[in-house]
T-cell receptor, first 113, second 115 residues
Framework: AQSVTQLGSHVSVSEGALVLLRCNYS??????LFWYVQYPNQGLQLLLK??????LVKGINGFEAEFKKSETSFHLTKPSAHMSDAAEYFC???????????FGAGTILRVKS | DGGITQSPKYLFRKEGQNVTLSCEQN?????MYWYRQDPGQGLRLIYY???????QKGDIAEGYSVSREKKESFPLTVTSAQKNPTAFYLC??????????????FGQGTRLTVV
């Protein structure tokens, strides 16, 4: 079975600072990995996805994530945080033979001015 | 515009009443999903459907029911058997059930409060 662990339920950074949101996955088969963002009282929007084509994946709004099989990680980064990045971020995994998307508990990103 | 429409956005019900949440998509997607979101717990899968007239239980199906009579529609009923129904409910869909690298598209959610 697949599972996802997001380290840190809350992360706080200053505007202009590096954003690093951590995601570790567990999967017995090659995984498909996703990062979503959610603004208050809204649905989820896809930031980026890993589908085995390249280990470094670039997404929208300047975010990127690197798939590291040896570390079973898929951490999300952004070089310079903007106030508009304040939201909740979810990492999700789907296994090779599964149709279900399994989500992590989420990380709330706060950006300080 | 194509997308997923959930209605209503906010819903209040008395304890013991059944309530149905609507989810409609015009993306021509085969697969549809219902998730429940509680603070600090991420999204948990309630039910999913990969094709019309077929659906499967997710991880927390007790106290919920669904139907999939049309490709576009996947309503969720929260029954009186659901012990703690107050939550944010999200509907999602995917283009095809057999393409694992495709992402799910989400509606804007329905916040259900039971008083």
């Amino acid at each position: 079975a697949q599972s996802v662990t997001q380290l840190g339920s809350h992360v706080s950074v200053s505007e202009g600072a590096l954003v690093l949101l951590r995601c570790n996955y567990s999967s017995s088969v090659p995984p498909y990995l996703f990062w979503y963002v959610q603004y208050p009282n809204q649905g989820l929007q896809l930031l980026l996805k890993y589908t085995s084509a390249a280990t470094l994946v670039k997404g929208i709004n300047g975010f990127e994530a690197e798939f590291k099989k040896s570390e079973t990680s898929f951490h999300l980064t952004k070089p310079s945080a903007h106030m508009s990045d304040a939201a909740e971020y979810f990492c999700a995994v789907r296994g090779q033979y599964g149709n279900k998307l399994v989500f992590g508990a989420g990380t709330i990103l706060r950006v300080k001015s | 515009d194509g997308g997923i429409t959930q209605s209503p956005k906010y819903l209040f019900r008395k304890e013991g009443q059944n309530v149905t949440l609507s989810c409609e998509q015009n993306l021509n997607h085969d697969a549809m999903y219902w998730y429940r979101q509680d603070p600090g717990q991420g999204l948990r899968l309630i039910y999913y459907s990969q094709i019309v007239n077929d659906f499967q239980k997710g991880d927390i199906a007790e106290g919920y029911s669904v139907s999939r009579e049309k490709k576009e529609s996947f309503p969720l009923t929260v029954t009186s058997a659901q012990k703690n129904p107050t939550a944010f409910y999200l509907c999602a869909s995917r283009p095809r059930r057999d393409t694992l690298n495709t992402e799910a598209f989400f509606g804007q959610g329905t916040r259900l409060t039971v008083v």
